[in-house]
């Protein structure tokens, strides 16, 4: 026992001797495991408006009741309509004065960012695997360790398998994100203020504002410099 301590002090020892005591910039690590939802049809939006207008309205208890006015984009994409037009809804509902005009009201301003990133993004996610390795034995890999189900608790295995990999949405991760940041303010301080952000769909990036280049044509003719005499 004596000598496997002793082993595991000197392991510990040499692995920290490793670690470099200086670096000229602070060592890139990963962040703890979270998630992030992704918007693939317009029930979500509604679904994250009532969610930006539940924590506004907790902010706005905290003054005096006043009407607000929506501040909608110029020229709004598909999302950024959806979006005014939800939360104004869901402000009604809870009983806020929502006006029409912004005089003598607090302004509400939603300003909606896209992002793209590498489409080559790291792909975390857990899938499980659910196998029969016996008669009337399944096993369901999960996040910790493989559990054995028998047959009566086949079932069980089934649904497990399927639950986990519910929580995910199907295909790659994409690489388009909207960072919404909802405000609340007057002419002389903000009020209220919140900043979520999701997954987009990447195949409905047109929906939130994101023109893709077109790829160039070809050039069919080509230009060539002559020299000397002909």
Known sequence: MALKTAIALAAG????GCAARYTPTPLAANFPTTKQAKLQAAYHWGVIADNIEKRVAAELKKSPPR?????????????QRALAAQLTTSLVNDGYVVSRTPAGSLKVDM?????????????????GELAAIGAGVWLLSAVEAPVLFNVAAGAGAVDGHNWINAQFAPGDTPKTEIIITVSVSDQYRYLARNTSAYYVADSDRFLYGIVDPQPEEPKLTRTFQVRGDL
């Open 13 to 16: 020892i040499l692995l920290a």
């Open 67 to 79: 009407p607000v006015y929506i501040n909608e984009a110029k020229d709004p994409n598909p999302f």
């Open 111 to 127: 300003d909606v960012q896209a992002v793209t990133f590498a489409v080559n993004r790291p792909q975390y996610r857990y899938h």
